[in-house]
């Protein structure tokens, strides 16, 4: 019996799963101290640890992660940024800056370094101004970014992070922003670096020498793997940290928010990453094991064949054989849904494009072929036409009582 077989375009490699169950018994020993927390696949999402993760948290300077990626994304390396009255005094000079001038020039390169290594407010305000025109456009650019990534909770009021009772994001969210940053090799290059020499401007005839306090990279709590990171500290926000690492071939990233030191904040992020790279086991579906023959969309049965498999890290205690796979039809699309223990590890999600004409106009048979829908389109068609005619001829009658009323 031949049937017809559908071939999905794969567009989405991996979604998140709303909860980690599976993945907090598995870390029955890991204490954290900040308020909200998250562990995730640097390349799939898949959420391995997680407090909180959706709770809505002041940011702080975590923020200059998507400062940064909106201006790699929008503006070059050797644009120049000419410094603002506004961009420079409208920070408090109590705040981290490198004090740049009004009318002060800089090169985009050098303000992402200062943005990034010493957390400059000013050279953030001068970013802004570049990219978006107004510090406020660039704002709604940050947040239209952020909801690209998957980041649903945030609202990003400037581009520096200072206090704002409205300026707020989740652990989930940053995660998901460094996730997309990482991808940029600058990027990687920016966040990663210990120090980095501004040379002298039109106004300034001094190099500025910066250094990153971010203790991850260097020193007593360098961890091995880091890639890139970025420190944040309010009153309101504590201490936030957002970082990527990777080892043999795994990235992973943590967020950690609202702890009380700046020692608490390393801890409990070098506690995540020990967490996901020696607590878990990679393991991969190939297209071919993914393949469903007499899968049911609607009165029609097919086969699915899929472009593309996935990779899931799963605690290990667990093999492969312990993964469930439901497959889910709706609204158009076919989810192979991965599940361990009752939680979600992730989706395979698979565009059904060709769903669309199969299930409306097509139905397939026993022998697969198509019926035939001549007889569908020639009814279409004649209803058209009626329906035209009749609009037609209403207009008519009401123009010749329109004159007859008013003769």
């Known amino acids: 019996m031949t049937k017809k077989l559908l071939s999905f375009l794969a567009i989405i490699a991996m979604l998140l799963a709303a909860n980690a169950v599976a993945a907090l018994a598995s870390a029955p020993g890991l204490q954290l101290y900040s308020e909200t927390a998250i562990l995730i696949d640097g390349d799939t999402g898949q959420i391995l640890f997680e407090r909180g993760m959706h709770r809505r948290m002041y940011p702080a300077s975590i923020t200059k992660v998507m400062t940064a990626l909106v201006a790699l994304?929008?503006?070059?390396?050797d644009d120049i940024i000419t410094m603002s009255y506004d961009a420079v005094f409208s920070i408090g000079r109590r705040t981290s800056h490198i004090a740049l001038?009004?009318?002060?020039?800089?090169?985009?390169?050098?303000?992402?370094?200062?943005?990034?290594?010493?957390?400059?407010?000013?050279?953030?305000?001068?970013?802004?101004?570049h990219i978006g025109g107004t510090k406020e456009n660039?704002?709604?650019?940050?947040?239209?970014?952020?909801?690209?990534?998957?980041?649903?909770?945030?609202?990003?009021?400037?581009?520096?992070?200072?206090?704002?009772?409205?300026?707020?994001?989740?652990a989930y969210d940053m995660a998901?922003?460094?996730?997309?940053?990482?991808?940029i090799p600058e990027f990687v290059e920016v966040f990663g670096v210990q120090t980095h020499t501004i040379p002298p401007t039109?106004?300034?005839?001094?190099?500025?020498?910066?250094?990153?306090?971010?203790?991850?990279?260097?020193g007593r709590y360098a961890y091995d793997g880091f890639i890139a990171g970025k420190t944040g500290f309010t009153n309101q926000s504590g201490h936030t940290l957002v970082t990527a690492a990777r080892r043999d071939g795994r990235t992973l990233i943590a967020v950690v928010m609202q702890a009380a030191s700046r020692?608490?904040?390393?801890?409990?992020t070098a506690a995540l990453f020990d967490h996901g790279f020696d607590a878990f086991t990679q393991i991969s579906f190939l297209p071919e094991e993914l393949e469903q023959a007499d899968f049911a969309i609607g009165e029609d049965v097919v086969d699915l064949h899929f472009d593309t498999g996935i990779r899931l890290l799963i605690p290990d205690q667990y093999t492969k054989e312990d993964v469930e796979i439901d497959y889910i039809y709706e609204y158009g699309t076919v989810r192979a849904v991965f599940m361990l223990n009752a939680s979600v590890l992730g989706e395979l999600e698979m565009q059904a494009d060709s769903i669309v004409p199969v299930v409306g106009m097509l139905s397939v048979d026993a022998q697969g072929e198509g019926r035939s829908t001549w007889w569908i389109w020639l009814l279409g068609i004649i209803g058209g036409l009626l329906l035209i005619w009749g609009l037609v001829e209403a207009g008519y009658q009401a123009l010749k009582w329109w004159r007859k009323f008013r003769a």
């Open 138 to 170: 660039f704002a709604e650019m940050m947040n239209q970014r952020a909801r690209d990534a998957g980041a649903r909770n945030t609202n990003f009021i400037n581009a520096h992070g200072l206090h704002d009772r409205e300026h707020l994001t989740t």
């Open 101 to 129: 001038t009004p009318d002060e020039e800089i090169t985009l390169e050098h303000a992402l370094y200062a943005n990034a290594v010493a957390s400059a407010n000013d050279a953030s305000n001068g970013i802004a101004e």
């Open 176 to 183: 998901r922003i460094m996730m997309e940053s990482i991808r």
């Open 263 to 268: 020692n608490e904040s390393r801890n409990d």
């Open 73 to 77: 994304e929008r503006g070059d390396m």
């Open 202 to 218: 039109n106004r300034q005839p001094q190099a500025r020498n910066l250094w990153n306090t971010n203790t991850m990279i260097t």
